[in-house]
């Protein structure tokens, strides 16, 4: 089992930019949740994905978006990129009735 | 809105001291919690989870927790640490009933020193 599994681990964009961000759940869970954890900080929910749909949102702006495929995979999209969106962004899996999440390994986002 | 407490930024121990880190929770219901641990640069590892029944859990690495619901805490503990686990850990509370967004604390760092 692959676990959940992000791409790319790091990536550089400049401020103003768009970027993409891939999640690949663990096998046999159907949820998706996206999180952003700035340096020294706790990570803060940012959305989840459930039947490729937006279920529940954190207090993020609407450049921040998602989409999940019928293969459960998920992308985080953000535009307009700030140097505040600078952060480490993790992706978790879980099963529908099941709270446990599990994460992957993270993308390293840098806005300069 | 569940919120999680960690009032501990840093903690110093000693190899081979015992561990004990805070956690407070805020929610109306029983939640399920969480401790999770994360290395530099990493994601994060599940240590234990507490979803009901038995109030004292184990968890992988050693450490357990105890959910006390008249405090509403649900406190880390390990009996000897080892220089390895010098790490970053979070608390989190999750939503029971299906929907599964969970909220974390902002975290205790622990060093460990020989």
């Known amino acids: 089992d692959a676990g959940v599994t992000q791409s790319p681990t790091h990536l550089i964009k400049t401020r103003g930019q768009q970027v993409t961000l891939r999640c690949s759940p663990k096998?046999?869970?159907?949820?998706v949740s996206w999180y952003q954890q700035a340096l020294g900080q706790g990570p803060q929910f940012i959305f989840q994905y459930y039947e490729e749909e937006e279920r529940q949102r954190g207090n993020f702006p609407d450049r921040f978006s998602g989409h999940q495929f019928p293969n459960y995979s998920s992308e985080l999209n953000v535009n307009a990129l700030l140097l505040g969106d600078s952060a480490l962004y993790l992706c978790?899996?879980?099963?529908?009735?099941?709270?446990?999440?599990?994460f992957g390994q993270g993308t390293r986002l840098t806005v300069v | 809105a569940q919120s999680v407490t960690q009032p501990d930024i840093h903690i110093t121990v000693s190899e081979g001291a015992s561990l004990e880190l805070r956690c407070n929770y805020s929610y109306g219901a029983t939640p399920y919690l969480f401790w999770y641990v994360q290395s530099p640069g990493q994601g994060l590892q599940l240590l234990l989870k507490y979803f009901s029944g038995d109030t004292l859990v184990q968890g992988i690495k050693g450490f357990e927790a105890e959910f006390k619901r008249s405090q509403s805490s649900f406190n880390l503990r390990k009996p000897s640490v080892h220089w390895s686990d010098a790490a970053e850990y979070f608390c989190a509370v999750g939503l029971s009933g299906g929907y599964q967004k969970v909220t974390f604390g902002t975290g205790t760092k622990l060093q460990v020193i020989p």
């Open positions: 978790a899996s879980s099963s529908t009735w099941v709270p446990e999440a599990f």
């Open positions: 096998s046999g869970h159907d949820t």
